[in-house]
């Protein structure tokens, strides 16, 4: 015959089981949520930077937040990019910020912006990654990356909490079985 704390016990890990197999087939496929991207070391060929981010959904191709300073440099004056302004994905790995008719802009990428975040270094050369008013005068990125860090999933995070209180039940049960054979 089993002891009152190993029933408690047994009960304990049949509901923290069922519990595990409900938020498994309940659970609705979690889309990622935009990511922040943030500048990182971009400098100008004319001795200017920018920094700041953006936000970014790969799977819906929008941008939300923007804000990214870029500094004076000998060819062209500092700028604002924030999210008043429009931004737009040009293709393959391209993206572009223009708040006016004469101001863009461009980052492109060694590779696509992801759900998954990371390291992203910005393709630096003749006409790839540069800022431009009119596109004339126009300083190009000599340097710098683009960095963001993935979000959990709303699954993710159920499990997550799930895997706690199951940590707090087998704690709990422990507990009251030294009181009940101590």
Wanted: net charge neutral; proline share 3%.
């Amino acid at each position: 015959m089993r002891g009152l704390g190993e029933v408690k016990l047994a009960r304990g890990k049949q509901i923290l089981a069922a519990g595990a197999a409900l938020s498994i087939g309940v659970a609705a496929p979690g889309h990622a949520a935009m990511l922040t991207w943030t500048l990182s070391n971009v400098t100008f060929s004319d001795g200017g930077t920018a920094g700041g981010y953006f936000t970014y959904d790969v799977d819906t191709n929008t941008f939300g937040d923007l804000d990214i300073v870029t500094t004076n440099g000998s060819v062209l004056t500092g700028f604002e990019f924030n999210a008043q302004w429009s931004a737009s994905h040009d293709g393959v790995n391209q993206y572009t910020f223009y708040p006016v008719w004469n101001r863009y802009l461009r980052f492109r990428t060694e590779s696509a912006l992801t759900d998954a975040g990371g390291l992203i270094g910005l393709i630096t050369g003749d006409y790839h990654s540069y800022e431009c008013a009119n596109c004339v005068p126009e300083r190009g990125i000599v340097s710098g990356s683009l960095i963001a860090a993935a979000v959990p999933e709303p699954t993710t995070w159920g499990m997550i909490l799930l895997g706690f209180a199951g940590i707090g039940v087998s704690i709990r049960a422990r507990r009251k079985m030294r009181v009940a054979f101590g």
